[in-house]
T-cell receptor, first 115, second 112 residues
Framework: AQTVTQSQPEMSVQEAETVTLSCTYDTSESDYYLFWYKQPPSRQMILVIRQEAYKQQNATENRFSVNFQKAAKSFSLKISDSQLGDAAMYFC????????????FGKGTKLTVNP | EPEVTQTPSHQVTQMGQEVILRCVPISNHLYFYWYRQILGQKVEFLVSFYNNEISEKSEIFDDQFSVERPDGSNFTLKIRSTKLEDSAMYFCASMYGTHEQFFGPGTRLTVL
């Protein structure tokens, strides 16, 4: 079974600084998707960024970027120029390729942004 | 922008009672999911639904749970006889193609 591990239960960063959240996963599949979801105190799940495993280029969305290392099964999220609104739980998630495949989530990292 | 909606936002029920959680997925989406998150824990998959039938269900999704898509818009999760441990946030999600699932805002279920 696929597993997702987030080894940092909590992280903190100063406003305007950069922070990296770690995620590793275990799978025997070669084609899959990886995601980072943000969950603010409202508990809404918001997609931050997506990476297709077949793409070598790391995904980028404005201040958010990933470092995808397929061989190492590592998928870290870098947040640049951190803002107070970035404070939230961040969940790494994996999904096999296929129509109805479920998301498998890590336990999350709570990010605090200090002013 | 289209979004997934869920009602109610908060449901309080007595142990042993039946509850129905409702979701309206994005209109052209084909795949539907329910997840739950016990407070302070990770999000867990419950069930996926495609072409009017369950595609996959987790060990959590036992005989007390059922899902329906009674019409072209709603997607419901029923818990027949709630237990204290069913208290959680329940998220509905939908997906069109094979990329990303869009989540609703969740229903907080409290079982007393």
């Amino acid at each position: 079974a696929q597993t997702v591990t987030q080894s940092q239960p909590e992280m903190s960063v100063q406003e305007a600084e950069t922070v990296t959240l770690s995620c590793t996963y275990d799978t025997s599949e070669s084609d899959y998707y990886l995601f980072w979801y943000k969950q603010p105190p409202s508990r809404q799940m918001i997609l931050v960024i997506r990476q297709e495993a077949y793409k070598q280029q790391n995904a980028t969305e404005n201040r958010f970027s990933v470092n995808f290392q397929k061989a190492a099964k590592s998928f870290s999220l870098k947040i640049s120029d951190s803002q107070l609104g970035d404070a939230a739980m961040y969940f790494c998630a994996y999904r096999r390729q296929g129509g109805s495949e479920k998301l498998v989530f890590g336990k999350g990292t709570k990010l605090t942004v200090n002013p | 922008e289209p979004e997934v909606t869920q009602t109610p936002s908060h449901q309080v029920t007595q142990m042993g009672q039946e509850v129905i959680l409702r979701c309206v997925p994005i209109s052209n989406h084909l795949y539907f999911y329910w997840y739950r998150q016990i407070l302070g824990q990770k999000v867990e998959f419950l069930v996926s639904f495609y072409n009017n039938e369950i595609s996959e269900k987790s060990e959590i999704f036992d005989d007390q749970f059922s899902v329906e898509r009674p019409d072209g818009s709603n997607f419901t999760l029923k818990i027949r006889s709630t237990k204290l441990e069913d208290s959680a946030m329940y998220f509905c999600a939908s997906m069109y193609g094979t990329h990303e699932q869009f989540f609703g805002p969740g229903t907080r279920l409290t079982v007393l």
